[in-house]
């Protein structure tokens, strides 16, 4: 690290658990950041802040007017271009050492397990079920760890899908393919703002703890936020034996 680096880290590098080594390996990692919207933003801009070095955006919407409310690395100016793209500016002004990569694309599953073979942790800011199982079924197979977030109202939950472990739930196991759940869409639903912050940054913390090996992770826990009464729930999560994603390599 050279004196500029020394002095924007340096608030990390006084954390014991962090230190000069820690922010090294952040620098040297790599992230893949899935939806630049409400989670997205705060995630991808708190990883880029913290001086994740290589950070991969895949969205294929455009910002929206309707979106600006609490998708916080989008601006008025910038509605109509697409999310990855303004997200790519805005991660770019806050830390113009790291490298940004915007991929203005819904990746399909041939897509994903490429994208997610180039990281080192992977965060899941989508908002559907389809994309959720297609990113959990790549880091399952790849052996990549697996932030998961998501809000809807005022309600929200975070865990880790961490599948090195090899005795860790995967994402599948908690909420299993054949299940039908509803997709439940922020433009029907509607979303509290500030609870997207809340799990993204959240998200964030996460990845990077992942990324330095540092603390516990969320693995095997399910952390949901009641936002109206500001009540978390923590609730242990198990491996399921018969999860036919990360089952059949169960030891
Ligand atoms: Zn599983």
């Known amino acids: ?19 000069i080594e820690g922010q090294q390996k952040l620098l040297a990692a790599r992230a893949l950041v899935i939806g630049a919207g409400g989670l997205g933003s705060p995630a991808a801009m708190y990883l880029a802040s913290a001086g994740v070095g290589q950070i991969t955006l895949v969205d294929n919407d455009t910002v929206d007017l309707t979106n600006l409310q609490r998708q916080i690395a989008h601006t008025t100016e910038r509605v109509g271009q697409p999310k990855a793209e303004s997200a790519r500016q805005t991660l770019g002004q806050i830390n113009p050492e790291i490298s940004v990569i915007a991929l203005n694309e819904r990746a399909d599953e041939a897509r994903l397990h490429a994208l997610v073979a180039e990281a080192d942790v992977v965060l899941d800011c989508t908002d559907n079920f389809a994309t959720r199982h297609a990113v959990n079924r790549a880091c399952v197979a790849l052996g990549k760890p697996l932030v998961s977030g998501a809000v809807i109202r005022f309600d929200g939950q975070i865990s880790v899908f961490d599948p ?12 299993p393919q054949d299940q039908k759940f509803e997709d439940v869409a922020c433009s029907t639903m509607g979303v509290f703002a500030p609870l997207v912050g809340v799990v993204g940054a959240m998200q964030a913390a996460e990845a990077l703890k992942l990324l330095m090996d540092v603390g516990t992770s969320l693995a095997g826990r399910l952390l949901m936020l009641d936002g109206l ?12 034996g018969d999860c036919p994603v990360c089952g059949g390599c169960a030891a």
Do not use: K
């Not at 090195?164 to 909420?175: I, K």
């Open 1 to 19: 690290m050279n004196d500029q680096q020394l002095l924007r880290y340096s608030r990390h590098i006084l954390l014991d658990q962090i230190g």
């Open 164 to 175: 090195r472990s090899g005795t860790q739930p995967c994402y599948s196991c908690l909420f």
């Open 229 to 240: 009464y500001m009540e978390w729930t923590s609730i242990g999560v198990a491996r399921n």
